[in-house]
């Protein structure tokens, strides 16, 4: 089956400093990735949708200069969460879709723990 | 955008019972609606999906049912264990306009050896 992996799987960091996570389809080709943020015992939370060679598309009240998208390839997107604070904290997951599945399938990675001290 | 609610957001069962999750959507031009299962600190697992020319599906214990003109959905268990507890998430979304995924609130449930 379909395999999202995502890197690293925790990272702590301070205040002030930049944390890039990376997310890969690693047996298929993603034109469309999908980057979410779930905080504890709530729901995932779209952030972007990372479209490979063009830049990301933000919901509606997510900063896209604070969380940086690149999707330079059509098996790995990077979010970069630029200046964290420790309101940042989160479990950060990606997800991605088969260009060949007429569906609507996405296939989540095991999410990123983020924690700003 | 889209906006979807969930139903109930905690449910204890004891095991052999069946459960009910609901969730309403408010764009009528969704049409696909999955169905995952997370357990703590992990990723979402798709457990049944459905698209919006069907109004049933079923897999084994679970099915989905869809009222696109009420637009609600729901997700049943039947003869629950103890494994099937976890949170579980409903979403929608619509096909060929970027598919994004916007999920409910989500359900905890508690399955009572």
């Known amino acids: 089956g379909a395999v999202v992996s995502q890197h690293p799987s925790r990272v702590i960091c301070k205040s002030g400093t930049s944390v890039k996570i990376e997310c890969r389809s690693l047996?298929?080709?993603?034109?469309?990735m999908f980057w979410y943020r779930q905080f504890p015992k709530q729901s995932l939370m779209l952030m972007a949708t990372?479209?490979?060679?063009?830049?990301?598309?933000?919901e509606q009240g997510v900063e896209k200069d604070k969380f940086l998208i690149n999707h330079a390839s059509l098996t790995l997107s990077t979010l970069t969460v630029t200046s964290a604070h420790p309101e940042d904290s989160s479990f950060y997951i990606c997800?991605?879709?088969?260009?060949?599945?007429?569906?609507?399938?996405?296939?989540f990675g095991p999410g990123t723990r983020l924690t700003v001290l | 955008g889209e906006n979807v609610e969930q139903h109930p957001s905690t449910l204890s069962v004891q095991e052999g019972d069946s459960a009910v999750i609901k969730c309403t959507y408010s764009d009528s031009a969704s049409n696909y609606f999955p169905w995952y299962k997370q357990e703590l600190g992990k990723r979402p697992q798709l457990i049944i999906d459905i698209r919006s020319n069907v109004g049933e599906k079923k897999d084994q214990r679970i099915a989905v049912t869809l009222n696109k003109t009420a637009k609600h959905f729901s997700l049943h268990i039947t003869e629950t264990q103890p494994e099937d507890s976890a949170v579980y998430f409903c979403a929608a979304s619509i096909s060929n306009t970027g598919n994004q995924f916007y999920f409910g609130t989500g359900t905890s449930l508690t399955v009572i050896p």
């Open positions: 997800s991605a879709r088969d260009w060949r599945d007429s569906y609507n399938e996405q296939f």
């Open positions: 990372s479209n490979e060679g063009s830049k990301a598309t933000y």
């Open positions: 047996d298929f080709q993603a034109t469309t």
